[in-house]
């Protein structure tokens, strides 16, 4: 109560967290690993389910499939925008299936996996370890700025590590398993190590690393995404804490924060910084798929936004946009899941939030 009252202000801005022990520290520190592992997990889990959608949104962000709309006749497009890119979502999935077979809604999987699996457990490593480093050099004190730097620090250090990975599951999820038609994209890699090697021959190894710079912008995604994930958190627990102080249930009153709850917050938390920030997914797939006719079309961050927007508009920005939200959300509260449930199973939650 006494909490409450001092933070009256900012309800949903500041949490004090009590003093811990030195047993206690000792005990969270030892258990930090488990960020490690529960973000892997997490990754994995969502990463799997939400693959075919997966795998629609890189073609829908990709020039050969920005083109095939332009043709697309005026009576096969929907009136509503929105309703369109939920038509389009599905066509492509039925169309992957029909032509390229079930297999093909899992393109690109198994570079994914191998991308999710360490980006999700570096990113809720350095977030989870660094926000209780924050949290005891604040005096217990946790803040919105404390969940800022520490979503910054863990975004750019996970894009950093992992750019190669993504950039070779891009491809191969850009080139078609089937010839049928002009637009697909010839078979050139036969396997992702195939990607790598070819790719490392031919245009160097420094491009491994395009659209490098637009996962950097990324970051401000991430980062959306755990401070509000946090303010959400904290806001539904003051709130349920306060129902209960209202309704005289005082043995409740400082009870811990419900599934319902952290899963919601996960969900608004993602459909937010999607929204935000989700031309650089666009940005960044340009930047990574393969040249054009032997010629690189997108050479960096500003050209490619401006190429994209002279030649296609500001609509193809948003390219793929409902198939993104329509797989992160649900991804993202898969993820939160599995990564608050062995947190909260394995002892390494030691604080209510």
Not at 192 to 219: Q, T, W
Not at 258 to 263: H, I, P, R, V
Not at 314 to 331: K, Q
């Amino acid at each position: 109560m006494d909490v409450m009252t001092a933070n009256k202000k900012f309800p949903a801005q500041t949490s004090v967290i009590p003093q811990s022990s030195n047993s206690t520290r000792r005990q969270e520190t030892n258990k930090a690993w488990l960020h490690l592992v529960a973000g892997g997990i997490g990754g994995m889990i969502g990463a799997t389910v939400t693959s075919p959608l997966d795998v629609v949104k890189t073609r829908l962000q990709s020039t050969y499939y920005q083109s095939n709309m332009k043709s697309m006749p005026i009576s096969g497009r929907a009136a509503i925008p929105i309703l369109g890119h939920f038509v389009q979502t599905g066509k492509i999935l039925i169309n992957v299936y029909n032509i390229e077979g079930w297999k093909a809604l899992f393109k690109g999987l198994g570079p994914n996996l191998v991308g999710v699996i360490p980006a999700r457990s570096i990113n809720f490593f350095t977030y989870g370890n660094g926000k209780r480093i924050l949290t005891d050099f604040n005096g217990g004190q946790e803040t919105s700025w404390i969940h800022l730097i520490a979503a910054l620090t863990a975004g750019i250090t996970t894009s950093t590590l992992t750019n190669p990975i993504w950039l070779v599951k891009t491809r191969m999820q850009l080139q078609s398993s089937s010839n049928t038609k002009s637009l697909q994209v010839p078979i050139k890699y036969k396997n992702s190590f195939d990607c790598l090697k070819k790719i490392i021959r031919e245009e160097g190894p420094r491009a491994l690393y395009k659209g490098l710079s637009a996962s950097y912008l990324g970051v401000t995604e991430s980062t959306i995404q755990w401070v509000t994930y946090e303010y959400f958190k904290l806001a539904f627990a003051e709130k349920r804490e306060s129902k209960h102080i209202e309704s005289g249930n005082l043995m409740h009153s400082n009870s811990k924060l419900q599934w319902s709850d952290k899963l919601t917050a996960a969900a608004l938390a993602k459909l937010i910084a999607a929204g935000i920030s989700y031309p650089h997914e666009v940005i960044r797939t340009r930047m990574r798929q393969l040249p054009e006719n032997g010629k690189v079309k997108y050479k960096g961050l500003i050209q490619c936004s401006k190429t994209i927007l002279q030649e296609e508009g500001i609509a193809a920005m948003y390219g793929g946009l409902t198939a993104h939200l329509i797989r992160v959300v649900p991804n993202a509260i898969i993820m939160f899941f599995c990564y608050e449930a062995i947190l909260h199973y394995g002892g390494a939650n030691k604080i209510n939030k």
